[in-house]
């Protein structure tokens, strides 16, 4: 959450500041600022509200300078509001700040500072922060970099800042504490960002910096030091992403485009790792930790949101195949209750960006204790990629709509290939039911593909239908209960209506008290071992006037005669038609949203990559 750009060389900086900003637009903001550095002076433009209020109060304005940085505010400490906007000042006026994040013991900081006669011009922790960075520096009579050294060394919680001073004209300061910071590199260049899509276009040079690195940003030169003052050597990446995979590419939306996305999406994540017709897999996170895994007395899952449920889902596929103990939990809580970890323990995460941060702190803590890390994340570089013993990248590609789909699919994807992986390599499964589900994975591409070409316009006319109703109840068994948790959520985060996700047969233990005719109830149903189960609870629905929408496998006559609206998807063996199952439930929230005007992209109060408590 949260979007940071920066600026400085030899072109206008505001240009790629502001559509910096806009590119960012997907994390998730409330406000929008910018600060340019002319000459000695610093001016900072906030407004409250989208990038594009920013744009109309600049308007007219003096940009022509060649350093600048921006950001756009998810709020946290303070509403939002032009005050609260960052960039901040200090009380001096001679620096300027933007930061991701937040400082924890900011109350502490804030209270020393009051005491000396500091006076604060927002609610934010931020100030706090560019005013104990500014009292540091004048206190000690240090240059700003001791200063903001000094300062990062007693503030706790997370950060990303980038600072102007005008005492240096020429110079961007940055740091980070487990906030994603990349730096761009041109000829007599630098470009700042939170991810790097602010630079696309500008250079495929990048260098991600790590936790607890200050960088000092010129036109012709990149200094990267850790906080005990000792010169570090930036690794340099190239950057593989294109611009035209974060364009709408004629979809109205996002969220449609990346749903529409899926088939090449899921393709790219088995590509290079699976081959059907030669029953060969290649997962090379997983050999690189094979003693470990084949040692480790269990799994542990971590997660948030949508990977949660890809988690859950992934539980579902380890214990199966390979028939080992294996326990999903929300990072947020992990962290927080002294788990019992060591050696013996190998920890998944899962994450689109890679910074999640509880997860990150969930890791942390679970490394210390000598338990062996496998990411899967999305994103290259990422911290959770870099914390990792081994992992797996999705390969889904740019994901700009907030509300996850490609890169949930692309998740469990990958969680099918670890499963089958570990599976071969523990000779826990029957070599021709490991080939056969290789050769049904293989085929989930061209399948969604198929749903996407058959079924959207019979979900529009649902959407339509039940576009009104105040609640929904999502229900599954089996694999398909996480797909049923995952649609609950993909409908309240894109349309707003309340909707819960339950295993079947827990419905008759509480949720069957709201079922009346004005309740739709969202079956997932495609055929598996439990089938005739869930048909019992389709008609215990039936019985009681819910309105039925299933999600049902082709020439499945029981199961669709019993519903009110039905959608269809090919046959696929239990284990993998969750990958199918889920298309339509995202379709299904998809037009909902647009139905009831909803920002599909956009939601409100949502972000799109959380890196705060």
Same mark, same amino acid.
């Given at each position: 959450m949260c979007g940071i750009v920066g600026y400085i060389g030899h072109r206008p900086a505001y240009p790629y500041l502001?559509?910096?900003?806009?590119?960012?637009?997907?994390?998730?903001?409330?406000?929008?600022?910018?600060a340019l550095h002319f000459g000695n002076s610093l001016k900072v433009f906030k407004k409250a509200g989208k990038v594009a209020a920013l744009e109309e109060l600049m308007n007219g304005l003096e940009q022509s300078?060649?350093?600048?940085?921006?950001?756009?505010?998810?709020a946290t400490h303070g509403a939002p509001s032009d005050r609260n906007?960052?960039?901040?000042?200090?009380?001096?006026? %001679? +620096?300027? *700040?933007?930061?991701?994040? @937040?400082?924890?013991?900011?109350?502490?900081?804030?209270?020393?500072?009051?005491?000396?006669?500091?006076?604060?011009?927002?609610?934010?922790d931020s100030e706090v922060l560019l005013n104990f960075i500014e009292d540091i520096q004048?206190?000690?009579?240090?240059?700003?970099?001791?200063?903001?050294?000094?300062?990062?060394?007693?503030?706790?919680?997370?950060?990303?800042i980038l600072l102007l001073s005008e005492e240096y004209p020429q110079t961007i300061f940055a740091a980070r504490k487990g906030s994603p910071l990349v730096i761009g590199i041109g000829q007599g260049e630098h470009f700042l960002g939170s991810d790097a899509s602010p630079m696309l276009g500008y250079t495929k040079e990048v260098v991600y910096i790590n936790d607890y690195e200050l960088a000092i940003i010129k036109p012709d030169e990149l200094i990267l030091k850790n906080l005990g003052n000792e010169r570090l050597?930036?690794?340099?990446? %190239? +950057?593989? *992403?294109?611009?035209?995979? @974060?364009?709408?590419?004629?979809?109205?939306?996002f969220m449609l485009k990346e749903i529409h996305d899926q088939p090449e999406a899921i393709y790219d994540s088995l590509r290079g790792?699976?081959?059907?017709?030669?029953?060969?897999?290649?997962?090379?996170?997983?050999?690189?930790?094979?003693?470990?895994?084949?040692?480790a007395r269990r799994i542990i899952i971590v997660a948030c949101g949508t990977s949660w449920h890809a988690g859950l889902l992934g539980e579902y596929l380890i214990e199966e195949l390979c028939r080992i103990n294996v326990e999903v939990e929300y990072a947020s809580e992990?962290?927080?209750?002294?788990p019992v970890i060591d050696e013996r323990d190998v920890i998944i995460a899962i994450s689109q960006s890679g910074e999640t941060a509880d997860t990150l702190v969930a890791l942390e803590n679970a490394k210390s204790k000598g338990a062996t890390i496998f990411g899967i994340v999305n994103v290259v570089g990422s911290s959770i990629a870099r914390l990792s013993d081994a992992g797996a990248y999705t390969h889904a590609g740019p994901e700009i709509g907030v509300a996850s789909t490609k890169a949930f699919t692309a998740q469990l994807a990958v969680l099918q290939l670890f499963a089958l992986k570990l599976a071969q390599l523990k000779g826990s499964l029957d070599e021709r039911i490991t080939q056969e589900l290789m050769?049904?994975?293989?085929?989930?591409?061209?399948?969604?593909?198929?749903?996407?070409?058959?079924?959207?316009?019979?979900?529009?006319k649902i959407a339509s239908k039940y576009k009104d109703a105040r609640d929904f109840l999502f229900l599954g068994r089996g694999y398909n209960f996480p797909i049923a948790l995952e649609g609950a959520l993909k409908l309240k985060e894109v349309s707003y209506i309340h909707a819960e996700g339950y295993p079947a047969a827990e419905m008759k233990h509480g949720p069957i008290a709201l079922v009346d005719e004005q309740l739709p109830v969202v079956f997932v149903a495609t055929k598996d071992r439990v089938h005739e189960k869930i048909v019992s609870n389709m008609q215990e629905i039936k019985a009681r006037g819910g309105k039925l929408i299933t999600i049902v496998t082709e020439d499945d006559h029981t199961a669709s005669s019993l519903s009110d609206d039905c959608v269809q998807i090919p046959k696929a063996h239990e284990i993998i038609a969750p990958l199918l199952s889920t298309i339509p439930l995202q379709l299904l929230a998809y037009y909902i949203g647009i139905e009831r005007g909803a920002d599909v992209d956009k939601p409100r109060n949502l972000a799109k990559s959380v890196t705060v408590e």
């Amino acid at each position: 959450m949260c979007g940071i750009v920066g600026y400085i060389g030899h072109r206008p900086a505001y240009p790629y500041l502001i559509e910096g900003l806009k590119k960012l637009e997907y994390r998730g903001y409330d406000s929008a600022g910018i600060a340019l550095h002319f000459g000695n002076s610093l001016k900072v433009f906030k407004k409250a509200g989208k990038v594009a209020a920013l744009e109309e109060l600049m308007n007219g304005l003096e940009q022509s300078t060649n350093i600048g940085i921006g950001h756009t505010r998810w709020a946290t400490h303070g509403a939002p509001s032009d005050r609260n906007a960052h960039p901040h000042i200090s009380r001096s006026g %001679k +620096l300027t *700040m933007v930061h991701n994040g @937040i400082i924890e013991n900011y109350a502490a900081l804030k209270e020393e500072l009051l005491k000396k006669g500091y006076t604060f011009h927002s609610d934010t922790d931020s100030e706090v922060l560019l005013n104990f960075i500014e009292d540091i520096q004048l206190n000690n009579n240090c240059e700003l970099e001791e200063a903001i050294r000094i300062a990062l060394k007693r503030v706790t919680g997370a950060y990303v800042i980038l600072l102007l001073s005008e005492e240096y004209p020429q110079t961007i300061f940055a740091a980070r504490k487990g906030s994603p910071l990349v730096i761009g590199i041109g000829q007599g260049e630098h470009f700042l960002g939170s991810d790097a899509s602010p630079m696309l276009g500008y250079t495929k040079e990048v260098v991600y910096i790590n936790d607890y690195e200050l960088a000092i940003i010129k036109p012709d030169e990149l200094i990267l030091k850790n906080l005990g003052n000792e010169r570090l050597t930036p690794f340099v990446q %190239k +950057l593989d *992403m294109e611009l035209a995979t @974060i364009e709408k590419g004629g979809y109205e939306h996002f969220m449609l485009k990346e749903i529409h996305d899926q088939p090449e999406a899921i393709y790219d994540s088995l590509r290079g790792r699976l081959d059907a017709t030669q029953h060969q897999l290649t997962l090379s996170g997983v050999d690189s930790i094979k003693d470990k895994l084949l040692a480790a007395r269990r799994i542990i899952i971590v997660a948030c949101g949508t990977s949660w449920h890809a988690g859950l889902l992934g539980e579902y596929l380890i214990e199966e195949l390979c028939r080992i103990n294996v326990e999903v939990e929300y990072a947020s809580e992990f962290r927080y209750r002294n788990p019992v970890i060591d050696e013996r323990d190998v920890i998944i995460a899962i994450s689109q960006s890679g910074e999640t941060a509880d997860t990150l702190v969930a890791l942390e803590n679970a490394k210390s204790k000598g338990a062996t890390i496998f990411g899967i994340v999305n994103v290259v570089g990422s911290s959770i990629a870099r914390l990792s013993d081994a992992g797996a990248y999705t390969h889904a590609g740019p994901e700009i709509g907030v509300a996850s789909t490609k890169a949930f699919t692309a998740q469990l994807a990958v969680l099918q290939l670890f499963a089958l992986k570990l599976a071969q390599l523990k000779g826990s499964l029957d070599e021709r039911i490991t080939q056969e589900l290789m050769q049904e994975l293989s085929e989930v591409p061209q399948k969604v593909q198929h749903i996407l070409d058959t079924q959207i316009d019979i979900i529009k006319k649902i959407a339509s239908k039940y576009k009104d109703a105040r609640d929904f109840l999502f229900l599954g068994r089996g694999y398909n209960f996480p797909i049923a948790l995952e649609g609950a959520l993909k409908l309240k985060e894109v349309s707003y209506i309340h909707a819960e996700g339950y295993p079947a047969a827990e419905m008759k233990h509480g949720p069957i008290a709201l079922v009346d005719e004005q309740l739709p109830v969202v079956f997932v149903a495609t055929k598996d071992r439990v089938h005739e189960k869930i048909v019992s609870n389709m008609q215990e629905i039936k019985a009681r006037g819910g309105k039925l929408i299933t999600i049902v496998t082709e020439d499945d006559h029981t199961a669709s005669s019993l519903s009110d609206d039905c959608v269809q998807i090919p046959k696929a063996h239990e284990i993998i038609a969750p990958l199918l199952s889920t298309i339509p439930l995202q379709l299904l929230a998809y037009y909902i949203g647009i139905e009831r005007g909803a920002d599909v992209d956009k939601p409100r109060n949502l972000a799109k990559s959380v890196t705060v408590e």
